[in-house]
């Protein structure tokens, strides 16, 4: 379903992301190339200890394609939190149709999650910033340990311009005693992302076609509306408190607060995007947003210590 631009000047009256997003920029090619590069050293470095950590969000359906289209021995997995949208679950066919790749899904253990509904309801996660995080622990982070398990690397769909939080974010960096993690799109801009999937017709979620441009479980995911950060969509209830958290990892404190309105590409933002657009599903308007708290852990570094804490949570 395409997503509904009230007016624009000269742009369309219907737009998908494609529409909206992608944008061939100078020195994509190059770009292209040194990510190839990269998964390529990688899969000959790390064997199957490397594993692609899909969260199936456009960035990883990028890489998917590219583990493809290149022939890379890598494996592709997910985690199937209980709370996806079904237009997410649905690209798991649409990647086997595609690709032949059959993702291997990551799910929290059953009991964790009927204990969890049990004694906090299906949505405690509205109810505090802890909640949300026990809730993330056990749908997450656990999964997420049992697939990082013996492996020596993972790839991310991370990239620099998708907050101030990741605006440092390198090609490598260590993430535990023995294990990397490879952001291979980290210089890639927003543009770049849709350019390639135009250019190759790759798969992606519908939902991107509807002002969700960061998607994540179904009840903690919303359309952005207009001029509203890229992950603004992203447990958008929680404000400037969640800052004490400690949880999620700063790539560049002294950064933090700035990317709001980042450019994107050849000098257009975010915001841009969506400056022109009146978005109808957008809900929360006059609500803080607070960058420290849009992550739920999973790209904080992963040491057993950290990860056996959240699991010992459940
Ligand atoms: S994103 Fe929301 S539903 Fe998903 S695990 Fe975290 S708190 Fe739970």
Redesign the pocket.
């Known amino acids: 379903m395409s997503g509904q631009l009230s007016m624009l000047g000269g742009a369309p009256a219907r737009a998908s992301a494609l529409d909206l997003y992608a944008r061939a920029t100078p020195g994509f090619e190059e770009r292209l190339a040194r990510t190839v590069a990269l998964l390529r050293q990688a899969a000959s470095e790390h064997g199957s200890g490397l594993i692609q950590a899909s969260s199936l969000g456009a960035e990883d359906m990028v890489i998917t394609d590219l583990i493809s289209r290149h022939a890379l021995p890598i494996c592709v997995a997910t985690l199937d939190?209980?709370?996806?949208h079904a237009q997410t679950l649905a690209l798991l066919p649409r990647i086997r149709q595609s690709y032949g790749i059959e993702v291997q899904v990551y799910s929290p253990p059953e009991q964790a999650v009927i204990t969890l509904v049990r004694e906090r309801g299906l949505n405690?996660?509205y109810e505090s910033l802890a909640l949300?995080?026990?809730?993330?622990?056990?749908?997450?982070l656990e999964p997420l340990k049992r697939m990082l398990d013996g492996r020596t690397a993972w790839i991310t769909g991370l990239r620099r311009e998708q907050s101030a939080n990741r605006a440092d974010v390198p090609f490598t960096e260590p993430d535990g005693p023995g294990r990397v993690k490879l952001n291979a799109l980290a210089e890639w801009s927003w543009a770049d992302v849709w350019h390639y999937i135009q250019s190759y017709a790759v798969p992606y979620n519908d939902l991107h076609d509807q002002f969700m441009p960061s998607i994540?479980?179904?009840?903690?995911?919303r359309a952005i509306a207009v001029g509203e950060d890229f992950r603004a969509g992203?447990?958008w209830w929680e404000n400037d408190d969640a800052k004490e958290c400690g949880l999620h990892k700063s790539h560049s404190p002294a950064q933090a607060g700035s990317a709001h309105g980042a450019e994107i590409g050849s000098g257009v933002s975010a915001q841009a995007n969506f400056g022109k657009a009146e978005v109808k599903a957008a809900t929360a308007a006059g609500r803080s947003q607070d960058e420290n708290a849009k992550e739920?852990g999973l790209h904080k570094a992963q040491s057993n210590e950290e990860l056996n804490n959240h699991g010992a949570k459940a």
């Open positions: 939190t209980g709370r996806l405690s996660m949300r995080k026990e809730c993330c622990g056990i749908r997450k994540g479980c179904e009840p903690c995911t992203r447990w739920c």
